[in-house]
């Protein structure tokens, strides 16, 4: 494999590793409003990610570097003919990044809530673009014979593009509420297990609809044949579909694998979908930007990859030590941070 | 047309500028505070004495309080050069692109990761595994700051790359990261860190001292600010003017825009203050206090020593470049450069003074310089707002150093409407953050430290402070 398509497969690996860990915190934040009964449960739900979403976000800093590094082309349009929705996802992260620091800072109820609800609009309002803004890149965005966007904001939305952000949006909200069946207990547990339940059918079904969509767009939109889009979407429908089973049979840890899978699975689908483009253009199928045509030189290429041998591996592990140190549930005494 | 495309680009650098200036008010903080709290940490982990412990928990939460702000303006940087600059993005991205990845990669990870750990891990790891979390997350910070200034000197003085097809390529990343623009804007960069960090913290002390409260506790602070202050402010200040006479080798138009100097000279006077002559019709200053020589000696290390005059410059500029205005906006800065240096001499004054009052045992009594000690918290990041403007503004009109131009570098895509959408959403985000900053930091830096690890209303169930 060249290295330019390396790195096409090191960004989706980036964002699938986004989608995956910042999917369940930006989940539970969703569900901030509606689960917990009192302040104290509040505060246990924000537990649960509290020593993580950080270092989650840094998947998606991480994903922009790359691709400024390895695909400037791609970069510069993306991030410029995305504008608004990037200027909105910017306003959604910045509120939610305060509210884990400052909420716990002031005892007046009002001043938990404003920013209980910072966080839960935050969660949505990123999910939903994220969710819509991937989809774009495939369904293909007005790009000019430059590789500049051309459009309005409103040339985002259609049906295809909004569908994949409420699928990332419902995804997100049941990945965190099965994670929250294994980081919570007592009566905070039993309602994220009802709420895992009540969100499963729905995530399932609205993923569903959206891998079959994806290959069809694929197809349609972007000169795919069905094989090999289709592998990735059959395993997204099968462990989303698989997470409600086990869910239903009450096997959480393994429902929680399912939700992550189909998460990942949402995210190299469109990614396959793409290969060997990038950016699909909807005026001219030769606008579009590909791999080869956005990518930086074979130098820079080279670096990066020496770069991610060394230091990807350490940050799983570290990463993962790290959910080793805090995988006992929250809930009574334990976790609680002394700041 | 024409006027459509210079507001775009003004909007586009306004509000660069305003994230940037906002974002740096931060950064210093995390990069001088974050090895503060871990001294504080070492200490108590050394002594078992809990008043160390006591300083950990009351810094650090004024430390998160602030890290939370620079964590969430530093992805808007990140995505600003995308969105703003795409001209820019695609020339440079090869060469700039791999410090900001390798930053992600490498350092804020890191950072992230391990602050998250330190937060949350004060019952679930050992005590000494828990002390090299902060630690291993300082090193992180540094790092990260270290990466950025790399990306950030390419822009200052690129190196390590060649043109081809109208796009700068990476030639070695060797070159790239050994840029001794970067090397000295690194030190520059984390001696104004532990500078803003020491001066809060020896601020809060003051605060506390002049208002006559927990003066025991806040003393052995006191002492730890004032030894990083006194020599990290000091230097700084003669390592600035050291960085000045690489500036002066490798930007010659900015240290004479910075001097306000219109004819090149040798035995250059520095003009400490001046009224007048800023601009190319007006050159002589109607009032001026000088000091002979010291210009000379400032940039280039010689008080004989040529400096380029602006005029000499430009034609220089315009016989490479073609026609045009090479000149940055020669009284910006001139008072940016000033800014900064007296800023940060007024630093080192008040840390001078204050170490000799704490040696002579009247540092707590002395009221009225202990509320110079409370003002002066501020001067650090007066002096990194000044130190970023002279940086940024004095390297107009252009974006990358001789390479490329800032008025053709923004996104075609962009429209004056979003523009203005984003900077009006930006700056209200902005302030409304900054006065909830303030009065969080207010609340938190007059608490008594003995509620450190409680809420100030001591209304929420306390935590178990230790292991």
Same mark, same amino acid.
Request: proline share 4%.
């Given at each position: ?339 | ?89 695609? #020339? ?9 990845? /390798?930053?992600?990669?490498? &350092? ?28 291993? &997350? ?24 060649? /043109? ?53 506790? #806040? ?10 202050? *006194? ?43 001046? *009224? ?30 040529? *400096? ?32 900064? &240096? ?126």
């Amino acid at each position: 494999m060249d290295l330019q398509n390396l790195w096409f497969v090191l960004i989706a690996v980036l964002w699938s590793g986004y989608f995956l860990l910042e999917g369940f915190d930006f989940g539970v934040g969703m569900l901030l409003p509606y689960l917990p009964r009192d302040d104290e449960e509040r505060s246990e739900m924000f537990q649960t990610i509290g020593p993580v979403w950080d270092g989650n976000e840094v998947w998606l800093v991480t994903a922009g570097g790359a691709t400024f590094a390895a695909f400037p082309a791609w970069y510069a349009t993306m991030f410029s003919g995305l504008y608004i929705a990037l200027l909105a996802v910017l306003f959604f992260l910045i509120i939610r990044v305060i509210s884990f620091e400052w909420r716990s800072k002031s005892t007046s109820p009002r001043w938990r809530r404003v920013w209980l609800w910072a966080n839960a609009v935050g969660s949505f309002g990123a999910s939903l673009i994220w969710g819509v803004g991937l989809s774009n890149l495939l369904y293909g965005m007005p790009i000019n014979s430059n590789g500049d966007f051309s459009g309005t904001f409103w040339d985002l939305f259609n049906g295809y593009t909004v569908l994949g952000g409420l699928t990332v949006v419902a995804i997100f909200a049941f990945h965190g509420a099965t994670f929250l069946t294994l980081r919570t207990t007592g009566d905070l547990l039993e309602r994220a297990k009802t709420a895992s339940k009540q969100l499963s059918v729905l995530a399932a079904a609205l993923g569903a609809v959206f891998l079959v969509l994806t290959v069809v767009v694929a197809v349609n939109r972007n000169d795919k044949s069905v094989f090999p889009p289709v592998l990735p979407a059959a395993i997204g429908v099968a462990a989303l579909v698989l997470a409600v089973v086990l869910v239903y049979a009450r096997r959480w840890a393994w429902a929680f694998t399912m939700t992550g899978l189909g998460t990942i699975a949402v995210v190299v689908t469109i990614f396959t979908s793409l290969f060997p483009r990038v950016m699909v253009s909807s005026t001219s199928a030769v606008y579009s930007l590909t791999v080869s045509n956005s990518a930086s030189q074979h130098y820079t290429l080279a670096v990066m990859t020496v770069v991610a041998l060394i230091f990807v591996p350490l940050v799983l592990l570290y990463q993962g030590w790290t959910y080793h140190v805090f995988r006992a549930r929250v809930g009574g005494r334990g976790g609680e941070p002394t700041h | 047309m024409i006027l459509a495309s210079s507001t775009t680009v003004d909007l586009a650098r306004a509000q660069f500028a305003t994230t940037s200036i906002y974002h740096f008010l931060f950064v210093p903080l995390t990069l001088g505070l974050g090895p503060i709290v871990a001294i504080f940490q070492t200490q108590w982990h050394r002594t078992r004495n809990e008043a160390w412990l006591r300083l950990t928990h009351f810094f650090g939460t004024l430390f998160l309080i602030n890290f939370a702000i620079g964590v969430a303006t530093g992805l808007v940087q990140e995505f600003q050069f995308g969105m703003n600059w795409s001209v820019y993005s695609k #020339f440079v991205g090869n060469v700039f692109g791999a410090p900001l990845a /390798i930053e992600g990669l490498a &350092a804020f990870f890191l950072e992230s990761t391990f602050l998250g750990l330190w937060i949350f891990g004060w019952n679930r790891l050992s005590p000494r595994l828990h002390l090299a979390t902060l630690w291993i &997350a300082v090193v992180g910070s540094w790092l990260s700051a270290y990466f950025i200034l790399v990306a950030n000197s390419f822009m200052q003085d690129p190196v390590g790359y060649r /043109i081809e097809n109208g796009q700068a390529v990476l030639t070695s990343v060797w070159a790239l990261l050994g840029s001794h623009w970067a090397y000295y804007a690194f030190i520059h960069t984390i001696l104004a860190g532990l500078t803003a960090g020491a001066a809060v913290v020896f601020g809060v002390c003051c605060w506390h001292f002049a208002r006559g409260r927990n003066v025991e506790t #806040f003393r052995p602070a006191a002492k730890v600010a004032l030894i990083v202050l *006194v020599p990290v402010s000091c230097f700084n200040l003669w390592f600035g003017s050291h960085f000045g006479i690489l500036v002066t080798s490798l930007q010659p138009m900015k240290i004479s825009a910075s001097e306000a100097q219109w004819d090149t000279c040798s035995h250059c006077a520095f003009s400490l203050f001046q *009224v007048g002559g800023f601009t190319q019709q007006d050159q002589t200053p109607s009032f001026s206090i000088e000091i002979p020589g010291l210009l000379s000696y400032l940039s280039t290390g010689s008080f004989s020593g040529t *400096v380029q005059g602006l005029t000499t410059l430009n034609d220089d500029y315009k016989a490479n470049y073609g026609p045009g205005n090479y000149m940055p906006p020669v009284e910006t800065i001139y008072w940016s450069m000033r800014g900064m &240096a007296y800023s940060g001499s007024f630093v080192a004054l008040v840390a001078l003074v204050g170490a000799f009052l704490y040696w002579k045992r009247r540092l707590e009594r002395l009221r009225w310089f202990l509320w110079v000690g409370v003002v002066a918290t501020a001067f650090p990041f007066i002096a990194c707002i000044f130190g970023w403007m002279l940086t940024e503004i004095g390297r107009q009109p252009w974006i990358v150093q001789g390479l490329l131009k800032t008025d053709t570098a923004n996104s075609p895509a962009v429209s004056t409407t979003w523009l203005v959408i984003s900077l009006a959403v930006f700056v209200t985000l902005y302030v409304v953050l900054l006065v909830l900053d303030v009065w969080l930091m207010r609340r938190y830096a007059g608490r008594d430290p003995k509620d450190a690890g409680e809420e100030p209303a001591g209304a929420a169930p306390a935590p178990a402070v230790g292991y």
